[in-house]
């Protein structure tokens, strides 16, 4: 049982470019979420998505996009990459509860 | 906003002794959690606390949630090295259709032979 997957698990870009982070989970939850975790600052909750067909801001969500794809994936956008956008990004998933399972996470470098 | 204090940031201790970590907030939570996460990983789950009061044991990790269920606490007793890491607590917040997390800037344990 893979749980949350993430790919990929390290990616560089510099200054403008674009990506799109990629997070599968095989559990069947309804509820998806994408964080950012950097030194000093804890998990931040950047977007996430109660249900299928939904999306919502979380608390740091400027410079971000996400696509709920269907019930099993949930994608993060970078549309045009800055140096602050360099951080660990988790991608977790939950049944409704507030127990979240996480992914392994990206490490992304912009410079 | 991070609504969770975490004490202490740092804590470095040897093979055999005990310790406590605290998650302070002013907020309620409907639930509070702690994961412990290992360089490189994403956090794990431990253990969820729901009722004001309430203690749950796992093996030497003891859990309390303060009876406004506004603060917990970790405690382990006699550490060992493979209790190292980064301890995570977080507090669900309801949201749309669901729940967030809002977490602690977490405690980071080493644990040495």
């Known amino acids: 049982n893979a749980g949350v997957t993430q790919t990929p698990k390290f990616q560089v870009l510099k200054t403008g470019q674009s990506m799109t982070l990629q997070c599968a989970q095989d559990m069947n939850h309804n509820s998806m979420y994408w964080y950012r975790q950097d030194p000093g600052m804890g998990l931040r909750l950047i977007y996430y998505s109660a249900s299928e067909g939904t999306t919502d801001k979380g608390e740091v969500p400027n410079g971000y996009n996400v696509s709920r794809l269907n019930k099993r994936e949930f994608s993060l956008r970078l549309e045009s990459a800055a140096p602050s956008q360099t951080s660990v990004y988790f991608c977790a998933s939950s049944e409704l509860s507030y127990e979240q399972y996480f992914g392994p996470g990206t490490r992304l470098t912009v410079t | 906003t991070q609504l969770l204090e975490q004490s202490p940031q740092f804590l470095s201790i040897q093979e055999g002794e005990n310790l406590t970590v605290y998650c302070n907030s002013s907020s309620v939570f409907s639930s509070l959690q702690w994961y412990r996460q290992e360089p490189g990983e994403g956090p794990v789950l431990l253990v969820t606390?729901?009722?004001?009061?309430e203690v749950k044991k796992l093996k030497r990790l003891t859990f309390q949630f303060g009876d406004a269920r506004k603060d917990s606490s970790l405690h382990i007793t006699a550490a060992q090295p493979g209790d190292t890491g980064l301890y995570l607590c977080a507090g669900a917040l309801s949201i749309n259709s669901g729940y967030a997390l809002n977490f602690g800037k977490g405690t980071s344990l080493l644990v040495t032979p």
């Open positions: 606390v729901v009722t004001g009061g």
